[in-house]
C-alpha cells in the first residue's frame, strides 16, 4: 500500500466554516473537506490495520504469520459499541462525548465525513460537527507510521 500524507498544519484547531455552492449548503468549505477526506483515508487504512490485529489476536490456535503491526495508541481494552452490539474487549479508539455517545474513532469521523459531502438545502438545516479535539496528533502519528518513520508495535498499546 501506498502511504497517505496528511499535511498536519491545517489540523484541528480550525472551525468548520458553513458554505454556499450551486449544489445547496456544506457544513465546510472544500479545503476542510479535503483535509476530512485525507483524515478519513488515513483513520481507515489504520481501522483496517486494527482490525487484522483483532482478528489475528482471537485466533490462539491457528495463528499463520508474524504479529500484525499496528499504530500504537489505537487499540483500547474496554467496553466497545458497533452499532447494536457492545463487546468488552480489544477495539479501536473511542472518540465522542457521554452526551452524543461514545463511538470508535474512525466511525465518529466516518459520520462526519459523510455529513461533510452532502448539502443541505437550507443553512439553517446544517448540522453541529463535533470534532476530535486531538486530531491534529492522531493525524500526525498515523502520517509518520505509514510513512516508516514511526516504529509503534501492539505490544507498546497493551500497556
Given at each position: 500500500m501506498n502511504a497517505v500524507i496528511v499535511n498536519v498544519s491545517k489540523a484541528a484547531d480550525w472551525v468548520l466554516t458553513?458554505?454556499?455552492s450551486k449544489w445547496g449548503y456544506h457544513v465546510c468549505t472544500k479545503e476542510q473537506f479535503l483535509y476530512l477526506k485525507e483524515a478519513h483515508k488515513l483513520l481507515l487504512r489504520a481501522y483496517r490495520d486494527v482490525?487484522?490485529?483483532?482478528?489475528?489476536?482471537?485466533?490462539?490456535?491457528?495463528r499463520v504469520g508474524p504479529e500484525p503491526v499496528i499504530p500504537s495508541g489505537f487499540v483500547t481494552l474496554g467496553y466497545h459499541v458497533?452499532?447494536?452490539k457492545v463487546w468488552y474487549g480489544y477495539g479501536f479508539r473511542?472518540?465522542?462525548?457521554?452526551?452524543s455517545g461514545k463511538t470508535n474513532l474512525y466511525q465518529h469521523m466516518l459520520n462526519i465525513y459523510r455529513?461533510?459531502?452532502r448539502p443541505h438545502a437550507l443553512a439553517e438545516e446544517l448540522p453541529r460537527l463535533e470534532m476530535p479535539t486531538d486530531l491534529k496528533?492522531?493525524?500526525?502519528?498515523?502520517?509518520?507510521?505509514?510513512?516508516?518513520?514511526g516504529p509503534?508495535?501492539?505490544?507498546?498499546?497493551r500497556s
Open positions: 458553513p458554505t454556499r482490525k487484522r490485529w483483532a482478528a489475528w489476536e482471537r485466533k490462539t490456535v491457528h458497533s452499532g447494536q473511542l472518540a465522542g462525548t457521554e452526551k455529513v461533510a459531502r496528533e492522531i493525524l500526525a502519528a498515523l502520517s509518520a507510521f505509514y510513512s516508516g518513520t509503534e508495535t501492539v505490544q507498546e498499546n
